[in-house]
T-cell receptor, first 114, second 116 residues
Framework: GQQVMQIPQYQHVQEGEDFTTYCNSS?????IQWYKQRPGGHPVFLIQ?????EVKKQKRLTFQFGEAKKNSSLHITATQTTDVGTYFC??????????????FGQGTILTVHP | DVKVTQSSRYLVKRTGEKVFLECVQD?????MFWYRQDPGLGLRLIYF???????EKGDIPEGYSVSREKKERFSLILESASTNQTSMYLC???????????????FGEGSWLTVV
């Protein structure tokens, strides 16, 4: 079945440093979504990428979808303590059912030291 | 705002007990999901439902069953709880993608289940 691998599993940074997490799918995706889970909270939707090579920005966050639609990345510039949490990618298989089933990566736990 | 409500935030159950986790969403979404979250394993799909009385197995359905008698409610059932089912359980809902709406998944707050 479809697998979505996410690396790294953990990332510790000093406040102000940049951070990147990478997501790779074993199959071609129709779209990919990113979620953030604050400590003790539940995952919250950040963004969806649909087009090959798509790049979207949200303030200090930059999301990319690969040309082959099998990988994606999230880059945070100049991290802040409010960025702490677990970041998940979630991909939907191209050609699969349209019922909304997503496969999540394992998540990257980001710690930011002030 | 979409609200997905899980009935219990924290539960402690004994091995062999039957456990019900209830979830209600208020946005008339067609799709509902149950995930479990474990450290290092991310979110794994247990079951999902795309319509009332319809259900599909996810990636890890063993030891679980579900019920969807009404559109807004999706229940997860552990017929005989075991210690390896200690985890956080997340309910979620989303609109049907075939209608063209944005198919974001909205999560509940989670239910922490400990089986002793």
């Amino acid at each position: 079945g479809q697998q979505v691998m996410q690396i790294p599993q953990y990332q510790h940074v000093q406040e102000g440093e940049d951070f990147t997490t990478y997501c790779n799918s074993s199959t071609t995706l129709s779209n990919i979504q990113w979620y953030k889970q604050r400590p003790g909270g539940h995952p919250v939707f950040l963004i969806q990428l649909v087009k090959s090579g798509e790049v979207k920005k949200q303030k200090r966050l930059t999301f990319q979808f690969g040309e082959a639609k099998k990988n994606s990345s999230l880059h945070i510039t100049a991290t802040q303590t409010t960025d702490v949490g677990t970041y998940f990618c979630a991909g939907r298989n191209a050609g699969g059912t349209s019922y909304g089933k997503l496969t999540f990566g394992q998540g990257t736990i980001l710690t930011v030291h002030p | 705002d979409v609200k997905v409500t899980q009935s219990s935030r924290y539960l402690v159950k004994r091995t062999g007990e039957k456990v019900f986790l209830e979830c209600v969403q208020d946005m008339d979404h067609e799709n509902m999901f149950w995930y479990r979250q474990d450290p290092g394993l991310g979110l794994r799909l247990i079951y999902f439902s795309y319509d009332v009385k319809m259900k599909e197995k996810g990636d890890i359905p063993e030891g679980y069953s579900v019920s969807r008698e009404k559109k807004e409610r999706f229940s997860l059932i552990l017929e005989s709880a075991s210690t390896n089912q200690t985890s956080m359980y997340l309910c979620a809902s989303s609109p049907n993608t075939r209608t063209g709406f944005r198919n974001t998944i909205y999560f509940g707050e989670g239910s922490w289940l400990t089986v002793v």
